[in-house]
């Protein structure tokens, strides 16, 4: 993705997943803004965006972090939001034997102790292979890949969803179902 696309990107994620009263929209109780109104709203703060550079990003972006609704007039961050008001209303789902976690080495003690938690989230994140769990700790330090014993959890009841973009999500991952790699030191 090119550089301007990029900014858009990082541009629709703040908006659409944390602060939408930034450019004065509301979201609705799933996540959803009209298009036309997110562009003008973004315009009128200085943004200009077309509907075909915003369609591009949808398209392009490689986490598919956003999802356009079948009628093509609304939009929504596909998961991750900070927002009280926005609940996406996944539908449960049985996740696989074992999902990943990507963190940076720094964390791992409060994990060993808490496991994972939302934080200012909905959901702790999952992801389906430990590559992409990798990626995403690497952006906040010396990556560490935890592994999840995901249908172990669920067979206690433990929920999980699966967002748009194939992110799974849970709302706590005990220490008890959390695996750590054993070159890992705190």
């Not at 930034?22 to 109780?29: E, G, H, N, P, R």
């Not at 049985?94 to 102790?113: N, S």
């Not at 906040?140 to 699966?162: P, S």
Request: hydrophobic residues 40%.
């Amino acid at each position: 993705m090119d550089k301007p696309l990029k900014a858009i990107s990082k541009f629709l994620s703040y908006i659409l997943r944390h602060h939408p009263e930034a450019i004065d929209i509301t979201l609705d109780s799933e996540g959803w803004v009209e298009i036309d109104t997110l562009l003008q709203q973004a315009a009128a703060h200085g943004r200009i965006i077309s509907h075909a550079q915003l369609l591009q990003v949808v398209a392009e972006n490689s986490k598919k972090r956003f999802t356009v609704s079948p009628c093509g007039t609304r939009i929504r961050a596909a998961q991750g939001h900070s927002t009280a008001q926005v609940s996406l209303q996944h539908t449960p789902a049985e996740p696989p034997e074992w999902l990943y976690h990507g963190t940076a080495q720094d964390f791992l003690a409060p994990i060993r102790e808490q496991g994972l938690l939302a934080g200012s989230r909905h959901h702790v994140h999952l992801s389906p292979d430990a590559e992409t769990a990798r990626q995403v700790g690497q952006r906040h330090g010396k990556a560490v890949v935890l592994k999840v014993r995901a249908q172990a959890m669920h067979a206690v009841g433990l929920r999980f969803y699966i967002s748009d973009n194939g992110v799974w999500l849970t709302e706590h991952v005990p220490p008890s179902f959390l695996q750590f790699p054993p070159e890992s030191t705190d």
